[in-house]
């Protein structure tokens, strides 16, 4: 049979094992801060739940120190999923939590030495910590990865409490150890933890992947969307308008004679203006609205919902203010204007491509015909 002593021995090796799973993920998702707190707040507890169990090791390292060593671990994990959610756990709240463990287990430990005490303390106070974690994340919503760290925190909360429930009706502290209950906790809270720490790298990898998703779908300059996001994007918004029987224009605005600021200023220079500009055309998107860059000085605006008057309007509006703006670099100050081409869906049809090849060649008229000027195709 297993005895408690394997039971335990089985518990540290998971928590080791699911140390080392949490730095293996971190090596793989640009070992983002939560990680590396989760696998130090594991280890941790690893540790700390080997020394309140090993013969041998004198009362103040074991019961008291070893508690605080639990305690402040899973202050880590409380700290790395306050980071993960964007909040902040000061290091503080990560203190008081360690004190506490030390002081109320050197006060059952050395002054008032009581094992029931200290282990219906160690039970009640490990679940609310853990519990702490999944109301953490809980609130923060989704559910990949995060309902099976909220069950894990959950259940692992619900042994430990069950145990320190126990502890505080048991008649003889001496036979605790051996009772079910305990045995049955050492059991759970292996596989508890299991959980928590894939729901935990789940959690991690999806954010990651969603990262690597925007930026693969965003130009790195200007912050707009990259060719691949208009075209995964674009062609969205236009199953939309057309669904809901709405116009969809497309405004093609191409800065002029780019390569004279870029000669004449230098690069950067120039990489400030095509931000400038983005930054002009974001002011003018709705929420349903799409902003592209397509190419080097050239931009892409998709409305929804609006027809060939209506986006003129906006075109004109544009090039005005650009035209009207300084781009004020250091000491240089820099003016540009823009060429820009109107289409709408009710004279092209709603096929993005089609649209957008019809707004350059009205982009191209505009740049043809004196440039600083807005065509409609
Ligand atoms: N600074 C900077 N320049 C870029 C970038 N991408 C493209 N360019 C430059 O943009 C310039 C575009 O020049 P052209 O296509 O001749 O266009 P233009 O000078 O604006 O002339 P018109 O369009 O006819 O008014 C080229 O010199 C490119 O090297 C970029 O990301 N940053």
Same mark, same amino acid.
């Given at each position: 049979m297993l005895n408690l002593d394997t039971l335990l021995l089985v518990q540290v090796c998971v928590t080791l094992l699911t140390t080392a799973l949490l730095v293996a993920s971190a090596c793989y998702t640009g070992s983002p801060p939560e990680l590396r707190w989760w696998a130090l707040g594991n280890l941790l507890v690893s540790v700390g739940l080997a020394m309140t169990n090993l &013969? %041998? /090791?004198p009362v103040v390292l074991s019961m008291v120190v070893g508690y605080g060593v639990i305690a402040f671990g899973l202050g880590l994990v409380l700290r790395g999923l306050r980071v993960h959610c964007s909040d902040t756990l000061s290091w503080r709240g990560v203190a008081v939590i360690t004190v506490l463990a030390l002081l109320v287990s050197a006060y059952f430990s050395l002054?008032?030495?009581s094992l029931r005490a200290r282990l219906c303390f160690s039970g009640f106070y490990f679940a609310l910590l853990n519990w702490l974690c999944a109301v953490t994340i809980a609130r923060h %919503? %989704?559910?990949?990865g995060v309902i099976i760290s909220v069950i894990g925190f959950t259940v692992l909360g619900l042994a430990l409490f069950l145990r320190g429930v126990h502890m505080l009706f048991h008649g003889d502290p001496a036979d605790v150890p051996s009772s079910l209950v305990m045995g049955a906790s050492m059991l759970v809270i292996p596989l508890a933890q299991v959980c928590i720490a894939f729901g935990l790298i789940l959690m991690v990898m999806w954010r990651y992947a969603e990262r690597l998703r925007r930026l693969s779908t /965003? &130009?790195? /300059?200007? %912050?707009a969307l990259n060719r691949a996001g208009l075209e995964i994007h674009g062609k969205r918004v236009a199953l939309r308008a057309q669904r809901g029987r709405r116009s969809l224009a497309v405004i093609m605005i191409d800065v002029d004679f780019f390569k004279t600021i870029n000669d004449t200023y230098g690069h950067p220079v120039g990489d400030e203006v095509l931000r400038h500009l983005a930054g002009i055309l974001k002011l003018e998107l709705r929420p349903y609205d799409l902003l592209a860059r397509f190419g080097g000085e050239e931009f892409v605006l998709v409305l929804d919902g609006s027809d060939l008057a209506a986006a003129t309007k906006v075109a004109e509006r544009l090039r005005a203010r650009i035209e009207l703006e300084l781009v004020e670099i250091d000491a240089l100050s820099v003016r540009y204007t823009a060429s820009v081409g109107v289409v709408s869906s009710d004279q092209h049809g709603y096929d993005l491509i089609a649209l957008i090849s019809a707004g350059d060649a009205a982009m191209y008229e505009a740049k043809r015909t004196g440039r600083n000027r807005v065509i409609g195709g």
């Open positions: &013969d %041998g /090791l002054i008032v030495p %919503g %989704g559910w990949r /965003l &130009d790195a /300059l200007t %912050g």
